[in-house]
T-cell receptor, first 110, second 120 residues
Framework: QKEVEQDPGPLSVPEGAIVSLNCTYS??????FMWYRQYSRKGPELLMY????GNKEDGRFTAQVDKSSKYISLFIRDSQPSDSATYLC??????????FGTGTRLKVLA | GAVVSQHPSRVICKSGTSVKIECRSL??????MFWYRQFPKQSLMLMAT?????????EQGVEKDKFLINHASLTLSTLTVTSAHPEDSSFYIC????????????????FGEGSRLTVL
């Protein structure tokens, strides 16, 4: 079993839809949870960072962590074609080693 | 956010030659940098952890003699793919973690733009 599981997609939604992206993890030592956005042939860009359980909102993006169920989510409101990218979740314990999910490819259709 | 610069963004080389990729943190100091490899439609695979002033720590299955890493300063790490072969063709990405201060309080990683290596 992978430490971080993520559905690779692709996920296609119409413009303006609410997008829900999810990951599950198995290591209960993980305390830090990140979401990265990666456009084709580019490096990942940090979108959201969350410590422990709870919600964090930044503009159209909301990150949610439920440590009891080892489930992390990223919600995108009013999705735009420019949001089309691969979204990677990442988890980290106390060390600096990040464990990444496989990434979910998102397509927002105009 | 912090800026990590990676160069070259794209390189094509002949089989048997060596290729060097540079990773620079432009506006912060990084004691630790990471090198990843990414295959099409797959996630990031950590190859090694580069520590300033000491030897890199390689992940299991990564040949240290094949992928030479040098972290000579707090702002520069290099990855050299030695005697490259077509199977080494891939997208290589570096990331950096800041030393101290605001950027490192959250332990965030900042990524370079990646380098696409094609070995003919």
């Amino acid at each position: 079993q992978k430490e971080v599981e993520q559905d690779p997609g692709p996920l296609s939604v119409p413009e303006g839809a609410i997008v829900s992206l999810n990951c599950t993890y198995s290591n209960s030592a993980f305390q830090y949870f990140m979401w990265y956005r990666q456009y084709s042939r580019k490096g990942p860009e940090l979108l959201m960072y969350t410590y422990s359980s709870g919600n964090k909102e930044d503009g159209r993006f909301t990150a949610q962590v439920d440590k009891s169920s080892k489930y992390i989510s990223l919600f995108i409101r009013d999705s735009q074609p420019s949001d089309s990218a691969t979204y990677l979740c990442a988890c980290r314990a106390g060390t600096y080693k990040y464990i990444f999910g496989t990434g979910t490819r998102l397509k927002v259709l105009a | 956010g912090a800026v990590v610069s990676q160069h070259p963004s794209r390189v094509i080389c002949k089989s048997g030659t060596s290729v060097k990729i540079e990773c620079r943190s432009l506006d912060f100091q990084a004691t630790t940098m990471f090198w990843y490899r990414q295959f099409p439609k797959q996630s990031l695979m950590l190859m090694a952890t580069s520590n300033e002033g000491s030897k890199a720590t390689y992940e299991q299955g990564v040949e240290k003699d094949k992928f030479l890493i040098n972290h000579a300063s707090l702002t520069l790490s290099t990855l050299t793919v030695t005697s490259a072969h077509p199977e080494d063709s891939s997208f290589y990405i570096c990331s950096a973690r800041a030393v101290t201060g605001g950027l490192s309080n959250t332990g965030e990683l900042f990524f370079g733009e990646g380098s696409r290596l094609t070995v003919l």
